[in-house]
């Protein structure tokens, strides 16, 4: 029999309780277990101990939770409310969020093994301000006027108008990442325009989402409209990209599930937004300012254990500076205090699982048995947890994997930059476009090269700053579609035309 994990005693008394019973589904504002009767356990990656069992969704249960949000959607209570009232509701439900701060915060730390600073600053902070922004967007949802032409009836005259209606049932698949930020993310925007949800979270870390699942019910918003399902991706999610019910798919996670999710979906011409993997470079010029480029370009990797789609996990640095920028962010590396979300004195925190240890680990044995140069780190942590070593690696070249291959761990790799004219090329050297950074002093530099990035988010003297207002998505590989701003409301919405003979 698995241990326990040894945090359960270090959250509060209302996360202790959330995890003191098997979870269920949550469908149609109820608590169910799975038709199948079967569970699955959830684990603390600090020391592989078991947090709680929770319900495993199978295609009946996807059935039942896609009905109850079809009633929703197609003429129930929530599909008759004004924005106005939509708006109120995602207002409450983040108001709700914040006064749970402490409990989310500590359910997400343990089941995903993030700092709790982080959980409670970071990720529950995000949510609340997320789903504030999009509780706006719900009146402000507007369609245009048009006069058209229309030269072969000649007698006639026509106007035109479109409505942004809402999609529908939305089938919502998020990775473990960041779980209650990416249920957020999804919830958001589809409250807003008004559709219905079934929620998939990641096997890995089902407990934040069904929280908030929860307190979707508690802020009044009608039961039914968010169903929160936790399984498996090859049983409960694949029956949700197969079930005719729903009418789309909001996936994010690795690249090779999107494709499978994008091939799949065609059968019933789903509607599919996919937000995938990446292998975001970061450009250090010799100009940059070095008190910035170097802590930044450290957190830009090694921020969330480098468990972050857009991470900074390609480092071009310009050859003068190259020594100064790498030495300088393995050292930080070496800095770090590992230990487990609740421990105050940690700095980084253990991987999501040990498949994931297992997975990075093999990627830092391709890196060293191809040649590269670890001046940080270069191993995992044996024993208990799933830690690994934030690593630097250098002396790599293009054709290695640890330079094409999404690694999703502390794992950066650095090449110098000799011929400027050549910056630009090397950065989209990649079948990703999710994310990119430029460190430099130089504004013609700066702007000059973000033009040229093939990728949907570029940040200059910065990495991963990620805000509700701002649209985020993927060019090439890295997915379809873009999340936030006011971007998002497109991929939630379908555009009806309407023309009257006038
Ligand atoms: P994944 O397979 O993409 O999982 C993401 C979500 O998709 C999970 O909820 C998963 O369910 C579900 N899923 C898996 N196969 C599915 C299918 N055939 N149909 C429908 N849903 C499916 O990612 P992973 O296996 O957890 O991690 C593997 C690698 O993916 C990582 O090492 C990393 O490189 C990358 N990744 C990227 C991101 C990102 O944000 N870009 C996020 C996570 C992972 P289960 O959890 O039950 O399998
Ligand atoms: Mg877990």
Request: glycine content about 10%; charged content about 20%; some cysteine.
């Amino acid at each position: 029999m698995t241990a326990q994990s040894a945090q359960i005693s270090k959250l509060g008394a209302a996360a202790r309780r959330f995890v003191s019973q098997t979870r269920n589904l949550l469908i149609n504002g109820e608590h169910v277990p799975a038709r199948s009767g079967k569970t699955f356990e959830t684990f603390d990656p600090a020391d592989n101990g078991v947090i709680c069992a929770v319900a495993e969704a199978g295609a009946e249960d996807i059935d039942l939770a896609v009905q109850a949000a079809r009633r929703q959607f197609d003429g129930g209570e929530w599909s008759k409310l004004r924005p106005s009232e939509r708006e109120r509701l995602i207002l409450r439900l983040a108001d709700l969020v914040e006064q749970h701060a402490d409990e989310l915060a500590e359910l997400e730390a343990i089941d995903n093994g993030k700092l709790l600073p982080y959980a409670r600053f970071g990720d529950v902070s995000m949510a609340v301000d997320f789903l504030r922004y999009m509780a706006g967007w719900a009146t402000k949802i507007e369609g245009r006027t048009i006069h058209p032409s229309v030269p072969y009836v000649q007698e006639a005259r026509f106007w035109s108008y479109t409505l942004k209606e809402p999609v529908g049932v939305v089938g919502q698949i998020i990775p473990w990442n960041f779980p209650l930020v990416m249920a957020a993310w999804k919830i958001g925007p589809a409250l807003a325009t008004g559709c219905t949800v079934v929620l998939k979270p990641a096997e890995q870390t089902p407990l934040t989402a069904l929280r908030l699942g929860e307190l979707c019910l508690e802020a009044g918003i009608p039961a039914g409209v968010v169903n929160v399902v936790p399984g498996f991706g090859h049983t409960a999610g694949v029956a949700m990209v197969e079930h005719p019910g729903i009418d789309k798919i909001a996936f994010t996670g690795s690249t090779e599930t999107g494709k499978a999710i994008g091939r799949a979906a065609v059968d019933t011409m789903k509607r599919v937004s996919l937000e995938l993997g990446g292998k975001s470079p970061m450009i250090v010029m010799a100009d940059a300012d070095m008190d910035v480029a170097i802590p930044g370009a450290a957190m830009g990797i090694f921020f969330n254990q480098g468990q972050v789609c857009t991470a900074g996990s390609r480092l071009y640095v310009q050859r003068s500076v190259f020594d100064k920028v790498t030495e300088g962010i393995a050292e930080i590396a070496k800095s770090f205090k590992l230990g487990p979300a609740f421990a105050e004195d940690a700095q980084l925190g253990p991987l999501v699982s040990k498949a994931q240890q297992e997975r990075v680990g093999s990627y830092i044995q391709s890196g060293l048995d191809q040649g590269a140069v670890a001046l940080s780190g270069g191993r995992v942590v044996e024993g208990q947890g799933c830690f690994v070593e934030p690593t630097v690696f250098v002396n790599a070249n293009r054709d290695m994997k640890i330079v094409q291959e999404e690694i999703f761990g502390p794992v950066i790799v650095a090449q110098p930059i000799d011929d400027l004219d050549d910056i630009a090329a090397v950065a989209n050297d990649t079948i990703y476009g999710l994310g990119a950074s430029i460190w430099t002093t130089n504004l013609n530099t700066a702007h000059g090269l973000a033009a040229k990035i093939r990728a949907g988010s570029v940040w200059i003297n910065s990495h991963n700053i990620v805000d509700p207002a701002v649209p985020f998505g993927g060019f090439k590989q890295s997915g379809y579609g873009r999340e936030m701003g006011q971007e998002v409301i497109d991929l939630y919405t379908e555009t009806k035309a309407v023309t009257m003979m006038v």
